[in-house]
């Protein structure tokens, strides 16, 4: 047996999606750090120990533009290069390559943290080590860190250390949230135990073991689906435990999660309603995957309201965007729906002060642990948002690392340098605008071969009838001025399009109507409908067109989506009770589904220009959607002209770095399990093959270049700074989309 002493600025404990962000983040702005998971694979609950299907903003497709950019939008994307079917060893794969990827990161697998040292009143800890014992090599380690952050989920290495934290839920008088029970209480969302089954070829008997229940006893068979073939996460309500302590009866939650496997497998098999003869199990899981244990106090408890209010907090350093969904303490048993859920009306903001413990001086905390309502839990707890949210910490920590500050201090004296530092790094902040003074892009005209002032989407692919509303967002930059449609109609009708704002930027809902038009059509085909919609708004932002339903027409739709256009069919039915999922009545965002158009888009032209897709987009400060696309748009591409992006100073610039994000489509539902599948590889609006040229000498030379690009953000360093005062990013390719696209460019001395 080995004793042994680790000394790094940062100990991340707990190797989950948080702690993995977490350490990348603080890694890359050159802090050394110390990652311990008590597990051989990193990943935590996605790991394929446990088999969770990495969710977030997204909320399945149902937010717009949502997905997670920064370390966790890395790993989406190559996942999703890698691996698109989604078998889960290639995502631990993903992952483990992406820590072993950055220098400063020293990992400690299989080392279970039990011991803290930490001194302090009550009111001011300071953690001074971690202790963990790796397992299979008698390694006894010692971790003395600056700071420290708990990423472990379950919150033992705060609890160890003094740390107030919370167990269960608050009463609904606490903070008045609605979905808050009368009276506090301990209870907590249960564990879940999956598995998957294959088609073995021939016939296979299933033998239950003898701890199997008979679910024919039970409401299970009525009460959730079962399907012969499905797998792994499909099953997450096979949940047990609401009522017991996660942690504590641990053992106890796996006895019972696994008889209740092994007797839905029963049912499959034996009781001849299912098809599934040839039918073997495959893998079951042995660690039950935990929902939810002890949430720090902060010095902020981030509650219900704040989530539905989107609350814009001074600093945020992450969204999220799934519902608000909890489920019934009896999980598998209950007779209610398996969850319930609840959505603002676009994504929500997280605040830095729920991220760091209100009396542990030195300690942050990332993932289901952060400083949340059991309520709010209930949305900040999906992986992608705690790994948007780990990012967000461990950024924090490298700098309170740096300064020697608390989180606390940096708070207060350093978070536009936090900000600024996350968005640097493309991390997942909405609304924020990037103003880096060190970056000399900002300082550049900007001007490009071509930009897509014209806005057409004109080639259709089918059409659908207009059983039901439409909606479309387009982009309004500065002004609307009529809008043409693409429709068939059987007989002479009248085509009525309403025009909406959507309230926040941020939000891609009906608003308040601001006016309504029509036109009177005649029976045919292929016709372009034209609608005297106007409106210019004080800053440029979105309309929500609705396009009104009509029996006797038809809309064309173009399987060539464009950005900055998305489209929605409105739903008649908006709140919905079946077994595994409860939705609330009244939520627009559900209300107006985008799934069916999300590789699609309506033929729709803009009369007026448009400055939506203009050269100067790429150095606007924004990263993402927000009120508009941000991005540069060229016109279609063609072989006859060449597409750049310029940038020009008044005086010569040394520039050694420059760091170009391309468009991956946020609005693309990636996942990295089986959930669904995105057809393509690669995003196909990223740039694939290109190079930078600056003017050196009255010539333009090379003096950088991409090829086969699949990312979003790309860094180039050159060998030695050069001075120049034109520089431009030339698009060889894209990765299929017919229009060349940059997000943002940054240059740095
Ligand atoms: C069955 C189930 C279904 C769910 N459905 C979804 C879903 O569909 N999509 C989704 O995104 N989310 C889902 N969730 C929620 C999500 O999985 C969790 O909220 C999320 O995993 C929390 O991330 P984390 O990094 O905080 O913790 P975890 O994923 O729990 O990771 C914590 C890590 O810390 C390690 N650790 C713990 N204690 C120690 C210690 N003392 N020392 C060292 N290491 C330690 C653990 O081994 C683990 O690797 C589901 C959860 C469950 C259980």
């Known amino acids: 047996m080995r004793n042994e002493?680790?000394?790094?600025?940062?100990?991340?404990?707990?190797?989950?999606?948080?702690?993995?962000?977490?350490?990348i983040a603080a890694a890359r702005l050159g802090r050394t750090v110390a990652l311990v998971n008590n597990r051989p694979v990193l990943g935590g609950n996605s790991s394929s120990e446990v088999r969770v299907w990495v969710c977030g903003a997204t909320a399945h497709g149902t937010q717009r533009y949502a997905r997670e950019t920064g370390i966790m939008g890395e790993l989406f994307v190559e996942n999703q290069f890698r691996n698109k079917d989604g078998n889960p060893y290639f995502w631990d794969m993903v992952v483990l390559e992406a820590v072993r990827a950055e220098p400063n990161i020293q990992l400690y697998l299989n080392t279970d943290v039990h011991e803290v040292e930490a001194d302090g009143e009550a009111h001011d800890r300071t953690i001074r080590a971690a202790i963990g014992w790796m397992m299979g090599s008698e390694r006894r380690i010692r971790f003395e860190s600056a700071v420290y952050l708990d990423c472990t989920g379950d919150g033992l290495v705060g609890f160890l250390a003094g740390a107030k934290y919370r167990l269960g839920r608050e009463a609904r008088a606490e903070f008045g949230e609605e979905w808050a029970p009368e009276a506090a209480d301990e209870i907590m969302l249960g564990s879940t135990l999956l598995f998957y089954t294959k088609d073995a070829g021939h016939p296979v008997k299933y033998t239950p073991p003898r701890m199997a229940i008979d679910v024919t006893k039970t409401t299970i068979p009525e009460r959730r689906i079962?399907?012969?073939?499905?797998?792994?996460?499909?099953?997450?309500?096979i949940e047990w435990g609401g009522e017991h302590d996660a942690v504590h009866d641990n053992e106890r939650i796996r006895d019972e999660l696994w008889s209740v496997i092994y007797g839905i497998w029963d049912y499959i098999k034996n009781s001849g309603k299912f098809d599934a003869d040839n039918m073997t199990l495959e893998w079951v899981g042995s660690l039950p995957g935990k929902r939810e244990y002890r949430r720090f106090v902060g010095d902020y408890v981030l509650n219900q309201n704040d989530i539905l209010a989107q609350r814009e907090f001074d600093d945020r350093v992450a969204f999220g965007g799934w519902s608000i969904d909890l489920h019934p303490p009896q999980g598998v048993y209950a007779t209610e729906s398996g969850s319930k859920h609840l959505f603002p009306d676009g994504i929500y903001h997280v605040p830095f002060r729920s991220l760091y413990s209100v009396n542990v001086s030195n300690m942050l905390m990332a993932g289901r642990d952060i400083s949340a309502s059991h309520v709010a839990f209930g949305t900040t707890r999906v992986m992608a948002t705690c790994a948007v949210i780990g990012e967000?910490?461990?950024?924090?920590?490298?700098?309170?690392?740096?300064k020697g500050i608390s989180p606390r201090e940096l708070h207060g004296s350093h978070l536009r340098e936090l900000q600024q530092t996350l968005l640097r790094q493309d991390a997942s902040i909405i609304g924020l605008r990037s103003d880096d003074e060190t970056d000399l892009a900002r300082g550049a005209r900007v001007f490009a071969s071509s930009e897509r002032s014209r806005f057409g989407i004109e080639q259709p692919a089918y059409a659908i009838p207009l059983h039901a509303d439409i909606g479309i967002t387009v982009p309004v930059d500065p002004a609307l001025d009529g809008i043409e449609l693409l429709v068939d109609a059987d007989a002479q009708t009248t085509l009525v399009v309403e025009l909406w704002d959507t309230g926040r930027p941020e939000n891609y809902v009906p608003h308040a109507k601001l006016a309504e038009a029509s036109v009177a059509l005649s029976a045919g085909s292929l016709q372009w409908a034209k609608l005297g919609l106007s409106w210019t708004p004080v800053t440029a932002c979105n309309a929500f067109l609705v396009v009104k339903a009509n029996e006797a027409l038809a809309l064309h739709i173009s399987d060539r989506p464009s950005s900055g256009v998305l489209a929605y069919r409105r739903s008649e039915q908006t709140g919905t009770s079946r077994p595994n999922e409860e939705h609330q009545p009244g939520q627009p965002l559900v209300e107006w589904r985008k799934h069916e158009f999300d590789h699609a888009a309506p033929c729709i032209r803009l009369t007026a220009p448009t400055e939506a897709f203009a050269a100067d987009k790429a150095i606007d400060g924004y990263l993402r959607p927000y009120g508009g696309p941000h991005l540069w748009s060229s016109e279609r591409m063609t072989a006859a002209r060449l597409e750049w992006l310029e940038l020009t100073w008044s005086e010569p610039v040394p520039i050694r770095e420059l760091h170009l994000v391309f468009n991956d489509d946020v609005n693309d539902d990636l996942i990295n399990l089986h959930h669904h599948i995105t057809p393509y590889e690669t995003m196909p609006t990223l740039v694939k093959d290109y190079r930078v040229e600056a003017r050196e000498g009255g010539a333009w030379a090379t003096i950088a270049e991409g090829r086969g690009n699949y990312k979003r953000k790309n860094v180039l360093r050159l060998d030695a700074p050069i001075q120049t005062d034109r520089l431009r990013i030339v698009v060889e390719m894209t990765n299929g989309s017919e229009y060349a696209e940059i997000v943002e460019v940054r240059v740095y001395a």
């Open 226 to 237: 079962i399907r012969s073939g499905d797998n792994g996460c499909a099953y997450w309500w």
């Open 392 to 402: 967000a910490a461990g950024t924090g920590a490298a700098l309170c690392a740096a």
């Open 5 to 23: 002493t680790v000394k790094t600025d940062i100990a991340v404990i707990g190797g989950g999606l948080a702690g993995v962000n977490a350490a």
